[in-house]
Each structure stands twice: as structure tokens, then as C-alpha cells.
């Protein structure tokens, strides 16, 4: 079975802060990738990536940077947090295969007060 | 852009009942995902079901690829079945996975 492991689980900062959600992979996936889930919306895709140093744009990227330092370490950076930044967080990764089957994390709750 | 619907929005069941779940997309899927999403957050795949029918325990996924849908079938439902179940594709030509917003299932006993 695939592990993905986020941290933190739970972060509370305030309009402005800076903030680091960290992922990790240990099964040699090369794609990662990071979601928002808010009520009405689904799971709505942040940044991906096809490997280390690559990172793709996704459909809510706004306020958003990525970085891929590893294959196993993907990290999604807040550094001016807003209000509707808060939200549940997901990273999920894939192997390289047709079947892309998504392995999620636990996810990462975030409020920006 | 891609869209995935799902319906209904929620369900509420009782135990031993049968849930049918619906999955209607706007493009075509190289993959489709069934996953279910507990009520404290985590989220697991169920079944990949790209095309044709498939069946894993009391779960059975049916995908008409040619008319965009698919639906999950729920046999005997238990009160562990409750959550949230969502449809996600894999559009042909691209790895950016979409997802519906779920069908919320209540399963009561």
C-alpha cells in the first residue's frame, strides 16, 4: 500500500503568515500533487508534478507556490495567507502508469484567521 | 473545461438497503476513480473503472465510457458505509485527475 504522509495535520495562523505544508511519498511515485477540499467544490487541484525540480500549474494555483525538492517531498507554500485560503488539504501521489491511481495523504487543515 | 457531476448529493439509507450512486462527465476519461472519503476526512480509492462493470466486495462500478457515465452500486449497505463518495477522471491526455463533489451517504441502523 502507497504511504503518503502530510504534515502538520492541523494549522491555524493569521491574514498574512507564512505557511508550509510538507508531503512525503515513500513508494517512488513521480506524480504528486496538491488539492483543496471545500464544501461545494470537491477536491479542487492546487499544483503537480512529474518529478523532482518539475511543477505544474493546476486550476486553483492563486496564492499558491509549489516546490518538488525530491521525488519523495512535495511542499505547498502560503506566503501571504488570506481567509479563503482556509480549507482541508490533500496531497495524493501516482506511479508512472496508465492507471494513475491516486494515493491520498490524511490531509492538512488549514485556517487563516 | 472537464466536469465530473454527481448525484444525488446525499442519500440516507437504511441498514441492509442498496445505494445507487451516479457519475455523469462532460469529457472523455482515460480513467475513472471511485473513491470514499471517511467522515473524519481521509480519503481511499475503492474501484478504478475506466470501462465495463467491476466488482469488489459489495461495491460494483458500471462505466459506458460512450455516454459518460458511470454509477456505484452499494449491496446490503452497513452503517460503516457512511461518508462521502466521489467520482474523479483521468481526461485522455493529461494527468490532472478532476473530481466530482461527492454523494454524501447516511447510513442508519
Known amino acids: 500500500e502507497a504511504a503518503v504522509t502530510q504534515s502538520p495535520r492541523n494549522k491555524v495562523t493569521v491574514t498574512g503568515g507564512n505557511v508550509t505544508l510538507s508531503c512525503r511519498q515513500t513508494?517512488?511515485?513521480?506524480?504528486m500533487y496538491w488539492y483543496r477540499q471545500d464544501t461545494g467544490h470537491g477536491l479542487r487541484l492546487i499544483h503537480y508534478s512529474y518529478g523532482a525540480g518539475n511543477l505544474q500549474i493546476g486550476d486553483v494555483p492563486d496564492g499558491y507556490k509549489a516546490t518538488r525538492t525530491t521525488q519523495e517531498d512535495f511542499f505547498l507554500l502560503l506566503e501571504l495567507a488570506s481567509p479563503s485560503q482556509t480549507s482541508l488539504y490533500f496531497c495524493?501521489?501516482?506511479?508512472?502508469?496508465?492507471?494513475?491511481?491516486?494515493?491520498f495523504g490524511a490531509g492538512t487543515r488549514l485556517s487563516v484567521l | 473545461g472537464q466536469q465530473v457531476q454527481q448525484s444525488p448529493a446525499s442519500l440516507v439509507l437504511q441498514e441492509g438497503e442498496n445505494a445507487e450512486l451516479q457519475c455523469n462527465f462532460s469529457?472523455?476519461?482515460?480513467?475513472l476513480q471511485w473513491f470514499y472519503q471517511s467522515p473524519g476526512g481521509s480519503l481511499v480509492s475503492l474501484l478504478s473503472n475506466p470501462s465495463g462493470t467491476k466488482h469488489t466486495g459489495r461495491l460494483t462500478s458500471t462505466t459506458v465510457t460512450k455516454e459518460r457515465r458511470s454509477s456505484l452500486h452499494i449491496s446490503s449497505s452497513q452503517t460503516t458505509d457512511s461518508g462521502t463518495y466521489l467520482c474523479a477522471i483521468d481526461p485522455a491526455g493529461g494527468y490532472k485527475v478532476v473530481f466530482g463533489s461527492g454523494t454524501r451517504l447516511l447510513v442508519s441502523p
Open positions: 469529457s472523455t476519461a482515460t480513467q
Open positions: 495524493a501521489s501516482s506511479p508512472d502508469s496508465s492507471q494513475n491511481t491516486l494515493y
Open positions: 513508494n517512488s511515485h513521480n506524480y
